[in-house]
């Protein structure tokens, strides 16, 4: 399972030049129930819901920083509801979107993406160990806040839900039309074996 660890000490901040501005600011994620977003699929009596923050004034509706839109990374929250008698196990790793061309699109690390938001430079240009960067480039505030919204590994019992932030690269033109997502790993844990695939349009989860 990957973990961001929150950074107990802010002493560090600024070394590798912090590109965020000001002091970053927690703010809650409002979720609905799965079924209720425009773009959900319901199979399996299972229920997985979703929506893409692809503008700037939406995704800082869910994080306090304008870098995110900058750098070109779309926050998709993502909920799913267990209908059934057995646990679910759903690792963010394993949700991916398809585009309109039909290519599948893997998430990005929440690790790359806290990088990719904070540091001056490309994180390939760092010879340095990437949780040691985070340490010394990461608000404090900020990494709490990406560690208790990301998605992560989630293990869903029984008629319960559960949800969170997947990362992806934004669509260079904005336009989200075609856009799918594909879960094609959801674990059954009682029979230790996955469930057929989800996959449904994305386009009207911005609505």
Same mark, same amino acid.
């Given at each position: 399972?990957?973990?961001?660890?929150?950074?107990?000490?802010?002493?560090?901040?600024?070394?590798?030049?912090?590109?965020?501005?000001?002091?970053?600011?927690a703010?809650?994620?409002?979720v609905?129930?799965?079924?209720?977003?425009?773009?959900?699929?319901?199979?399996?009596?299972?229920?997985?819901?979703?929506r893409?923050?692809?503008?700037?004034?939406?995704?800082?509706?869910?994080?306090?920083?304008?870098?995110?839109?900058?750098?070109?990374?779309?926050?998709?929250?993502?909920?799913i509801?267990?209908?059934?008698?057995?646990?679910?196990?759903?690792?963010?790793?394993?949700?991916?979107?398809?585009?309109?061309? *039909?290519?599948?699109?893997? $998430? =990005?690390?929440?690790?790359?993406? +806290?990088?990719?938001?904070t /540091?001056?430079? @490309?994180?390939?240009?760092?010879?340095?160990?990437?949780?040691?960067?985070?340490?010394?480039?990461?608000?404090?505030?900020?990494?709490?806040?990406?560690?208790?919204?990301?998605?992560?590994?989630?293990?869903?019992?029984?008629?319960?839900?559960?949800? *969170?932030?997947?990362?992806f $690269? =934004?669509?260079?033109?904005?336009? +989200?039309?075609?856009?799918? /997502?594909?879960? @094609?790993?959801?674990?059954?844990?009682?029979?230790?074996?996955?469930?057929?695939f989800?996959?449904?349009?994305?386009?009207?989860?911005?609505?």
């Amino acid at each position: 399972m990957r973990r961001i660890w929150i950074v107990a000490s802010a002493v560090l901040l600024g070394l590798f030049g912090s590109a965020v501005a000001g002091k970053y600011k927690a703010l809650d994620l409002e979720v609905e129930a799965a079924a209720d977003y425009p773009a959900h699929q319901d199979f399996q009596n299972v229920v997985i819901g979703a929506r893409c923050f692809a503008t700037d004034e939406e995704i800082r509706e869910v994080f306090d920083t304008k870098k995110l839109f900058e750098k070109g990374i779309m926050p998709v929250l993502v909920v799913i509801e267990n209908n059934n008698e057995f646990a679910l196990r759903v690792d963010a790793r394993d949700i991916f979107l398809v585009d309109a061309g *039909g290519e599948t699109v893997s $998430p =990005l690390s929440p690790t790359d993406v +806290l990088l990719a938001i904070t /540091l001056k430079k @490309p994180i390939t240009s760092y010879s340095t160990q990437r949780e040691i960067l985070l340490r010394r480039s990461v608000q404090p505030k900020m990494m709490s806040d990406f560690q208790r919204k990301v998605f992560g590994e989630k293990l869903i019992p029984p008629r319960e839900s559960d949800f *969170g932030i997947v990362f992806f $690269p =934004l669509p260079e033109d904005g336009d +989200l039309s075609g856009l799918r /997502l594909y879960l @094609p790993e959801v674990e059954n844990l009682t029979e230790g074996e996955d469930l057929m695939f989800f996959e449904f349009e994305l386009a009207s989860s911005g609505d």
